[in-house]
């Protein structure tokens, strides 16, 4: 399927929009992840980055209230993931609620509102952003942000 026809798909199945309203629906949020001269490819012939905007722009396209994000930019390069990230932080300045698990510092401390930080499955702390980043209490959380905070 093309990018266009994933888009579509979704719509139709899940919010049961006729193809003429998921096909005029599907321009919008890849002008926003700037793929929309991409919407007639095959996302196996788009760049992992530019596959995972398309992802974004498909979630987009159903109208959330929150996102979740996993690891959003794992197994990218940096190019690809400063473009996912961008995109992740226009829609945190749009007020779209997300949760993301990252091992982006640097960008859960511009965009987030709270931090959980967890280690061996267990949270740790959970804390507003600002307190954990200039004063995590335990002594996990002090370590790890010693370690990426340092370099």
Avoid: W, Y
């Amino acid at each position: 399927m093309t990018v266009r026809e994933n888009l579509c798909l979704i719509q139709r199945k899940v919010l049961g929009c006729s193809r003429d309203e998921a096909v005029a629906k599907a321009e919008s949020p890849l002008e926003r992840v700037g793929l929309a001269e991409h919407i007639e490819k095959c996302p196996g012939n788009l760049s992992r980055g530019q596959q995972r905007r398309v992802a974004i722009s498909r979630a987009l396209a159903m109208d959330p209230i929150a996102m979740l994000f996993d690891e959003p930019t794992s197994a990218l390069d940096p190019e690809m993931i400063k473009e996912v990230l961008d995109i992740s932080v226009e829609l945190a300045g749009e007020g779209m609620t997300m949760m993301v698990v990252t091992h982006e510092m640097g960008f859960a401390h511009r965009v987030a509102d709270r931090v959980v930080f967890m280690a061996g499955g267990k949270m740790v702390e959970d804390r507003r952003s600002g307190e954990f980043f200039s004063a995590a209490e335990s002594d996990r959380a002090k370590d790890f942000l010693s370690k990426i905070l340092n370099h």
